[in-house]
């Protein structure tokens, strides 16, 4: 069985699986449209309308509409709606996108604590500085509901790893001592509410990070696929908690044509691993075994030890030469 006859659809990270800096993974446009598989984009990145998001991946070859982006801008309107008030008075720290969003839930927006908002919406903003951060602190230290759209810690960009929302979010809790209701991954409500709009029962939960991608499809019930095209790893893969773990593992997202149990963690390219104290030991191999077969042979052995490793090391020629690509 493939990937793609296993499962029933594809709910999907975007930054570092889909595209980096706004330029498409390679491999990646092709691997979704040649899946045959409906899909859905769940994304923490709460700066952009899902209409703004839907016309950058239709230009990158990926035919989508609105519907088919679920931010966690909207999943955070969403925790509003059911924890305050129809019509209520929402501070939101955020974009103009967010904003909408807000006001079409029927809140009346505000920028300033002075008007006692009953909640306060946090989500990425580039624009964001001291004085939006003190309102929202300000209207928190009054009781508002404090919701944040994700607390992802970097945002990946063309130069590197940027301040995320998560960042800013620290700020205000180090200022009132209140943590946030996050919508965003890894909680699973995301997760729940894209498979719901697909009306699919078998869908494969796709990222680049573990913990927020897999760690929320994870929560969710999904099986997870991790692509190592962005954030997370080798070296994170095998260290992951088991709340982290992927399902699947892969190099590219052009897998779905691949057998299903090809990509689970398990002993393959000839390759075997052994642990020796807090020391992995790979050996074996074959001069046609990949770093990704090593990674799925090693992750077999540690996560079912729960092994604790500080040193990973080759014992043969092809075991050193595949863990010069390890990152």
């Not at 909207?74 to 909408?100: H, K, W, Y």
């Not at 994870?218 to 709340?243: K, Q």
Request: proline share 5%; hydrophobic share 40%.
């Amino acid at each position: 069985m493939t990937v793609a006859s296993d499962y029933d659809a594809l709910l999907l990270d975007l930054d570092g699986t889909i595209y980096q800096g706004g330029a498409a993974i390679p491999g990646a446009v092709p691997a979704v449209c040649g899946s045959g598989l409906p899909a859905m984009y769940v994304t923490n990145n709460a700066s952009r309308a899902p209409l703004e998001v839907a016309e950058q991946l239709t230009g990158l070859g990926l035919e989508t509409r609105p519907e088919g982006i679920m931010t966690s801008a909207l999943a955070a309107v969403e925790l509003a709606v059911d924890r305050i008030p129809a019509g209520s008075t929402v501070l939101v720290l955020g974009t103009d996108s967010f904003r909408s969003l807000a006001a079409d839930a029927g809140f009346t927006i505000t920028d300033t604590a002075d008007d006692d908002p009953a909640a306060v919406l946090h989500g990425h903003n580039p624009d964001t500085g001291w004085r939006q951060l003190s309102e929202a602190a300000l209207a928190i230290r009054k009781g508002a509901l404090y919701l944040a759209s994700n607390l992802d810690t970097t945002l990946p960009k063309e130069r590197g790893m940027h301040v995320g929302n998560g960042s800013m979010v620290a700020a205000v809790v180090s200022a009132t001592g209140v943590s946030p209701i996050s919508a965003g991954k890894p909680e699973p409500a995301m997760f729940h509410s894209a498979a719901q709009a697909l009306g699919c029962e078998s869908p494969l939960a796709v990222g680049d990070r573990l913990d927020t991608d897999i760690a929320g499809g994870v929560a969710a019930g999904m099986d997870t696929l991790c692509v190592l095209t962005g954030v997370s790893g080798h070296h994170d893969v095998l260290r992951a908690p088991e709340s982290h773990r992927p399902t699947l593992i892969s190099d590219t997202l052009d897998i779905f044509a691949e057998s299903t149990e090809s990509l689970r963690p398990g002993a393959q390219g000839d390759f075997t691993a052994t642990i020796d104290g807090d020391v992995l030991r790979i050996s074996g191999g074959t001069p046609d075994s990949t770093a990704i077969q090593a990674l799925r042979t090693a992750a077999a052995v540690v996560w079912s030890t729960e092994a604790t490793v500080s040193e990973v090391t080759g014992d043969s020629a092809d075991a050193r030469r595949v863990l010069e690509e390890w990152w």
